[in-house]
């Protein structure tokens, strides 16, 4: 990308040409990657753009309000949220394998998203926002690290053709096409939250007990960061499938092990674990093992490569 004014420009100008008079329905999850697309595809078809949060049960503490606040009150764009938290939980009973998961959500929400839009008007285009990182990690079935949700993730047949307005670009070039755009800084700079969500922060099947006890430490971790001012590109907290025992008030406990991560990156194609002061650690760990479930604490201090900077 050359200069972000004249990308703005270009996929606009392709935007009009693809869609025409088309309606387009544009999958918003709140983060940057959605929330610039959104503000491309409305600058480009205005009213013609109808976003769609859905809530799938896997968002953290607080997010599908926070979502429907900035983006449905202060953004004036057209907005219509979704509770779809049973028929995810219920898709994902039983199952642990971490392609499996991101495969079922992601043609879960391909399919609420179709059923939906016959609500409110007929959609020929579906805007979502993959970026390169999505498309290089994705590959193909002979090569492949990860299926994102809205790539290798998607099912085969679906009643939309794509509008991927960011696709050649990485996640540090999308911010800086959102500040072209007039975002908030506070949405710029917010920290990358898979599509997927907590349904692969959470290792093994996922329940509605794993959920809270996730939403809880994440919170719990997130908030230690932010009070001691640290400037870190993603940090948040995952539930491990294993137990460990523990003692609480001079009785053995067996409960679950969290994992806590924070990594510094630019693209998401390398990144580098970061090295958090030891008070900050203490805190939160002292903090997450008061949360019924909970016994231990640990620290990744993994970078990428060679793992990813999710843990599936």
């Keep these: 990308m050359k200069n972000e004014d004249q990308f703005i420009n270009e996929q606009i100008k392709i935007i009009q040409e693809t869609v025409g008079s088309e309606k387009v329905l544009c999958a918003l999850s709140g983060g940057i990657d959605s929330a610039v697309t959104a503000l491309l595809v409305h600058r480009a078809?205005?009213?013609?753009?109808?976003?769609?949060?859905i809530d799938n049960g896997l968002m953290r503490k607080g997010e599908p309000e926070e979502v429907i606040e900035t983006f449905g009150r202060r953004c004036n764009i057209?907005?219509?949220?979704?509770?779809?938290?049973?028929?995810?939980?219920?898709?994902?009973?039983?199952?642990?394998?971490?392609?499996?998961?991101?495969?079922?959500?992601?043609?879960?929400f391909?399919?609420?998203?179709?059923?939906?839009?016959?609500?409110?008007?007929d959609f020929s285009?579906?805007?979502?926002?993959?970026?390169?990182?999505d498309i290089i990690e994705t590959g193909n079935k002979k090569r492949s690290i990860k299926s994102h949700h809205n790539v290798g993730g998607l099912p085969e047949k679906i009643n939309f053709n794509l509008l991927e307005p960011l696709k050649t670009l990485y996640k540090d070039q999308v911010?800086?096409?959102?500040?072209?755009?007039?975002?908030?800084d506070y949405i710029v700079r917010r920290q990358p939250f898979p599509?997927?969500?907590?349904?692969?922060?959470i290792i093994g099947e996922i329940t509605a007990e794993k959920l809270e006890i996730l939403r809880e430490a994440d919170f719990v971790f997130c908030q230690?960061?932010?009070?001691?001012?640290?400037?870190?590109?993603?940090?948040?907290?995952?539930?491990?499938?294993m137990k460990t025992v523990g003692?609480?008030?001079?009785?053995?406990?067996?409960?679950?092990?969290?994992?806590?991560?924070?990594?510094?990156s630019i693209d998401a194609i390398t990144a580098e674990w970061v090295r958090l002061p030891w008070a900050t650690l203490k805190a939160a760990a002292e903090k997450i093992t008061q949360i019924p479930g909970v016994s231990r604490v640990v620290y990744d201090i993994t970078g990428k490569p060679p793992a990813t900077i999710e843990w599936e």
Excluded at 82 to 93: C, D, G, I, P
Excluded at 110 to 121: H, M, N
Excluded at 247 to 261: E, K, S
Aim: charged letters at 20%.
């Design 125 to 133: 285009f579906l805007a979502q926002g993959t970026i390169r990182s």
């Design 175 to 184: 911010r800086s096409v959102g500040s072209a755009l007039g975002l908030p």
């Design 110 to 121: 391909i399919r609420v998203f179709e059923e939906e839009a016959i609500k409110y008007g």
């Design 78 to 108: 057209r907005l219509q949220a979704v509770n779809a938290q049973e028929r995810f939980l219920h898709a994902l009973k039983g199952i642990t394998a971490p392609e499996t998961k991101r495969k079922i959500i992601g043609t879960e």
């Design 45 to 53: 078809i205005g009213d013609n753009l109808l976003c769609m949060f």
């Design 247 to 264: 003692v609480t008030g001079g009785v053995r406990t067996y409960n679950y092990t969290i994992a806590l991560r924070a990594v510094d």
């Design 195 to 201: 599509g997927p969500g907590l349904g692969i922060r």
């Design 224 to 241: 230690e960061i932010e009070k001691d001012g640290l400037s870190i590109w993603q940090y948040f907290a995952v539930l491990t499938n």
